[in-house]
């Protein structure tokens, strides 16, 4: 069975940062793109990075300088390091595939940055 784990959110004020994690069972991480994605209330799922089993990396305008996407394939892991946090970052986050069949979506990780 494929399981997605999102943690390390959380509340925290504007400039602080926040390292999500995610965790992977059933399945090898290694063998895709990952991405980390969230979502707010009334918008669109927003993709916000995405890493290549190479190591190739892709940020959306609105966190590059910001977010840092790694992953650790050893340990099946998918990482994102959000520094300089700002309101508008305030989403529950979640990691998946980038291309492909999405693998079921974990519960994600609420993260709150209050002004």
């Known amino acids: 069975q494929v399981q997605l784990v999102e943690s390390g959110g959380g509340l925290v004020q504007a400039g602080g940062s926040l390292r999500l994690s995610c965790v992977a069972s059933?399945?090898?991480?290694?063998?895709?793109?990952m991405a980390w994605y969230r979502r707010t209330p009334g918008k669109q799922r927003e993709l916000v990075a995405s890493?290549?089993?190479?190591?190739?990396?892709n940020y959306a305008d609105s966190v590059k300088g910001r977010f840092t996407i790694t992953r650790d394939n050893a340990k099946n892991t998918v990482h994102l390091q959000m520094n300089s946090l700002k309101p508008e970052d305030t989403a529950v986050y979640y990691c998946?595939?980038?291309?492909?069949?999405?693998?079921?979506w974990g519960q994600g990780t609420q993260v709150t940055v209050s002004s």
């Open positions: 998946n595939r980038k291309v492909g069949v999405f693998l079921p």
């Open positions: 059933g399945t090898l991480l290694s063998a895709n793109t």
């Open positions: 890493i290549t089993n190479g190591g190739s990396i």
